[in-house]
């Protein structure tokens, strides 16, 4: 690993990140359906399942280390044993976060605070670089240029990426509709927070009570027509029962629980929005593949990774191995 390290902050912010990798999830984009969990993770097993034993694995913009737990998973599987490290642009620590880490990330080493454009390693420290949903986040090129740098010669790069037209990218467009609705003028977070502002001032109001279930119905209503809509329906079931037992609670506890919604409710935004602009469109394609049609890289492809029983996308796969030169 270098020396004299400082870390450079690319423009943006990556607000939406800082917190969320505290609150313990090992990966995300996730899919609730745990099949089509298992098959991903069953497809990133059998991709790395033929590394050699002790190979020196990195994953960039890893998160919590979820693609290390399916590199770990494909090492245990063949008897091997691989040199796990993770880095990320957020203040990650999945030892102190995540509950139930497996040994074999418990063992791995994860920098937070580190960018794709400047990776803190010697040139050739790795043997194959892994990435999921994470280098498209970075400055392309000079991401690629590193990772050019600290892959060993005939090392491999594996990357899957957010594209156009997968299932993820949709279902993000879709929670960012209900984030709007819930945080919308008169939306059912707005109405919430009317009424207590009433209730705080001692009068119960009957114009409040109207607005907010005015808006709760709407909620409803775009359920029906959005189904399943989990986002606003999880939040608006707990809107409607605190509202309709507001005495059992104390008030300020009801606001607090409001603005914490809120909060967390922007953070997701703040995510999709960076994801949204991270998604590799086909002029980055083009530049990609560019830049891996160099003297630097061999047996280059990009394939679409399709997963259950629709055989739907979920990203760009694009995969590289480094040349002698
Ligand atoms: C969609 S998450 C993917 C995390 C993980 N790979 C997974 O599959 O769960 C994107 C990650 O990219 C990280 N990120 C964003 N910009 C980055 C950059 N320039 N360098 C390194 N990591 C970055 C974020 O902090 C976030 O953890």
Redesign the pocket.
Known sequence: MRGGWKIVV?S?S?QG?QA??KEG??????PENEETASEIQSRWVELLSDLSDGARVL?????????LGHAEMAAKRNGKHYALTG????P?DPARYVPDLSEGLQEARFLGG????RLPFEEGDFDVIL?????E???LGK?LDEIKRVLVRSGRLIWLA?CEGSEVVDQNLDQDAQISLLLAPGGPIDAMTGLLAKLEKGKRSVHAETKLRVALSEAEKYCGEHPPANVVREVCTIIADTASRYQAYRLQDLKQMVMDSRKRLLAHRQ?IN??LA?VLRPDDIEFVRVQLAGPAWTSVSFSEMCVGVDSLPIGLLICARRTGS
């Open positions: 690319p943006y990556n990140w969320y990798w999830r090992l990966g995300s984009c996730v994953d960039v913009a890893t998160g919590n280390g979820i693609l880095v990320d642009l957020a990650i580190i960018p794709a454009e990435s999921q949903y994470g280098l986040y970075a400055d991401a957010h995510r960076d994801l991270a």
